[in-house]
């Protein structure tokens, strides 16, 4: 167990070292804001829409 955790360890280091070493090894600040924002408009359509058809599926006369 303890060579498999020196293994792994070893290994997450390496990778690390390898995307700090990459000039575009992460996301922007930017892009990551647009993202952000992009799922909040999402997410507020969706409710939006979700409130619009249970009002209306409440409106609905089934007698």
């Known amino acids: 167990m303890s ?3 020196s293994y792994l360890t070893a290994e997450l280091r390496h ?3 390898l995307v700090r070493d990459t ?3 992460g996301y922007t ?6 993202t952000a924002v992009l799922i909040t408009i999402a997410l507020a359509v969706i409710a939006i829409i979700g409130l619009k058809l249970v009002d209306k599926a ?3 006369d089934l007698g």
């Open 15 to 17: 990778r690390w070292q």
């Open 29 to 34: 600040t930017e892009s990551v804001v647009v």
């Open 23 to 25: 000039k575009d090894g």
């Open 3 to 5: 060579a498999l955790l």
């Open 58 to 60: 409440n409106s609905l």
